[in-house]
């Protein structure tokens, strides 16, 4: 059954099938197989040697591509297989960072192709090691272990210093709470003193006016002076008799004075010190 | 004789490749990367929402509550806490713990047990960037100790090290500066940088006085001290100390024997 489109005829050519002229293909010829070259007139070309290292290296390409059914990408297979990548070349192992090829190294190892020496710091980077190490652990461990010894006895030295301290201050401190005591005590007697003294002029000027008085009022001031002017009075009394008695006791030793000196020498009989003593035995109001 | 830019462009064009499409470049400016359009999808509203204070911008202030005690103002300053940014913390690692690791073989005792061997076991781990020193020997479990190891550890207590040594065992304390700890944690990936193993640091001064202390069986004390505190340490717990001394014979015929 023939389908609705045009029908085509396939037309199949054969190798051994000559097409002559017109591509008629009711006009093809069969023909005969001829070989290129006649094996009479010219040397065969020479047996090839399936064994050369080249043969070998592409027979195991060969190989080699046929088992690899992985279908990974080249890098893939690489990095699965851990197959360093190829060696750096000059151009890129100037280029390439320290730190790549750094890591290539500690990736792969020798097979990397890196030279090892990059593996210890470049000059700059030595030169900022040393710094850093200046900086943040500048001391030896002797000097640490100085210092630290340093500050353990600084801190003992402190301590004792505190302690001495606190003795010496304890050898006086009776001497302090005695003198603290009797400080108080003095205080304690004078206000006690100002007072009872307070107290007194108040009951004083209470018997003088017949009433108590406030200390700041008027009248008490009043009451306390006229207190002083008699005071004053009977001070100066008292000065006055105290002054004769004074001269009496003056006059009596002379008097004794002149008896002993009679006794001694009888034969003066002046009796001018009589006089004097005319007050002798006396009583004197 | 051409100049020094001429010789070198040659001397480049002689090394370098022959020119393909996948060597080329183009030049500065050349290439333009399409910018997308704005607002197509992101558009009207700008992921900004519909009124409001987040469409017109006006946002409450970070931690902001809408009115109750934020939370970043409820807790106020402990004096505990203060400086804990900046202080070394260690892993504790308990005897006892030690102890099942050895038993159950995950941990060998014929190699040292240091930081790497411990964190190897994948039963610990230690982060130097979070301010954490190394690991700290606790006292749980000392009583049933009973192994023979070869230690080295941060921090050791007194009792501690005596468990260690009454069996036997040696212990050290040592200091790791994060860089050198950070190396010991994780050597595989330090080792793939490539990097030659840097000078291990010294300890901080306030961290001197306990690593050159033997009392400590610091690292970088005096070894013969070390000897002293640990007879005097066997004394103090009463237990008998194995010493193992080196015995050479004195016949000079063994002796030629021995060195040949």
Redo the contacts between chains.
Sequence with gaps: MLSRGSVRLRVCVRASVRVSGSADPLTLTPHTHTPRRPSSTLPLPPPRNPYTPRTAQREEDVIERKRNKSQLTPWHYNKQHYKPPQPLTEDEEAMECLKKQRSLFGQYGSRSGINPSKAWPSKEELALEREWERVAHPHTVQHMIDISRKERQEEQMIIKQRQDDISRKLLSLEKWKNDLNTRVAKQEKLAREAKEKKERLIDEVRDILGFRVDPRDERFKEALELKEKEEKKRSKAAKKLAKEQRMLDQLRKEVEGKEEEKEGDKDDGEKEGDEGKSLHGKVIV | MASRGTEKALS?LS??PRIELQNLKPNPGAKKNRTRGRGIHGGKTHGAGSKGSGQRQNFMRLGYETGNNPFYLRFPCQNYYKGHHLKVSYVPLCMGQLQKLIDTNRLRTDLPIDVTQLINTGLFNIKPLEKEGGFMLQDDGMDHFRATVNLEVQWASEATIAAVERNGGVVTTAYYDPMALEAAVNPIPF??????I??R??PP?HL??YY?DPKNRGY?ADPKLVANERLKLAQKYGYPLADSAILKPTDAKLKEYYLA
């Design positions: 480049l090394r370098l080792f793939k940088r490539g990097k030659a840097p000078r640091m010294l001064q001197i006085d050159t970088l």
